[in-house]
């Protein structure tokens, strides 16, 4: 099977704090995934990690007040081998990575729902990095490696 | 169009299909929890799940099925899904969900899910 080769892109999207946003920016990834090259399969499951991401922000960074007054800022890029997900925001810190894999059958014992979103994002992603700056920025990147075939890929045995 | 509708059609044996079309995620999941929540209060518990027409599900979408199964198992029922899209399945394996609950192909099938005739 030949290796695969992103196109060089950087595309961003700003968009309001709000849910009813979130169709809009899974269409924004679907398509800029697709101008990169990204295969199908990946594709779809960037636009899960994505979306897990800012919807985590739009409950966790703002007051429910707050909802429709802030941007979450999500810029993609990709090189040959990689797709880089960064995503802003001006809201309260949180920090998804210090957040502990679920043990899921006890979730569905216990009906909670907390970490998924989280979870689905380690599983997709290769890296998950987070940094904060009081009262200026949170910063989530996410890093999705397309190495050739035979080469170890840390996110690669997620689906089994 | 809504993001999310939910039809819902009365299978007797105190049985419900509810099947949800469009986008299950951080902006609907509230109106299937709705959908469930209702169907508790009509002391209805054994619910099946046909999600063919269901194009995408995030964790929020999840969420509501993992909030009450065990709610339905109690009463002596239970949330059976069927035939969901590839997409859909690929999010409940990702979750590890697919060892979890109950999955059909067909309605016929998730019938033989339920404990007793309903009764």
């Known amino acids: 099977m030949p290796s695969i080769m992103l196109n060089k892109i950087e595309r961003k999207l700003v968009v309001v704090n709000e849910t009813k946003n979130l169709k809009l920016l899974r269409n924004f990834v679907t398509e800029v995934s697709g101008e990169m090259n990204v295969p199908l399969p990946e594709r779809n499951k960037i636009i899960l990690a994505v979306d897990e991401a800012v919807s985590n922000i739009i409950e966790h960074a703002y007051d429910s007040s707050h909802e429709g007054k802030s941007e979450v800022e999500v810029i993609l890029l990709s090189e040959p081998d990689k797709v880089v997900i960064t995503i802003k925001d001006s809201g309260r810190e949180f920090d998804p990575t210090e957040i502990e894999d679920p043990d899921i059958r006890m979730h569905v014992n216990e009906g909670r729902k907390n970490g998924l979103g989280i979870f689905l994002m380690r599983q997709i992603m290769d890296e998950v990095k987070y940094t904060f700056r009081a009262g200026v920025e949170n910063q989530l990147v996410m890093v999705k490696y397309f190495k050739d075939e035979g080469e170890d890929s840390p996110g690669k045995d997620f689906a089994e | ?119």
């Not at chain 2, 209060?41 to 046909?50: C, T």
Request: one cysteine or more; aromatic letters at 6%.
């Open chain 2, 1 to 119: 169009m809504p993001q999310l509708t939910i039809n819902k059609k009365d299978l007797g044996n105190n049985t419900v299909l509810l099947e949800p079309v469009g986008c299950l995620d951080a902006h609907t999941f509230e109106k299937m929890e709705q959908a469930i929540r209702g169907l508790f209060k009509e002391k209805v518990f054994r619910i099946i799940v046909s999600l063919p027409l269901l194009d995408y599900i995030s964790s929020a979408g999840a969420g509501v099925f993992i909030g009450n199964i065990t709610p339905a198992q109690e009463k002596g029922g239970n949330i059976v899904l069927v035939n969901p899209s590839a997409n859909v399945k690929e999010v409940f394996d990702l979750l590890g969900l697919s060892q979890i609950f109950p999955m059909a192909d067909d309605v016929e099938e998730a019938l033989t899910h339920f404990q007793d005739d309903g009764t």
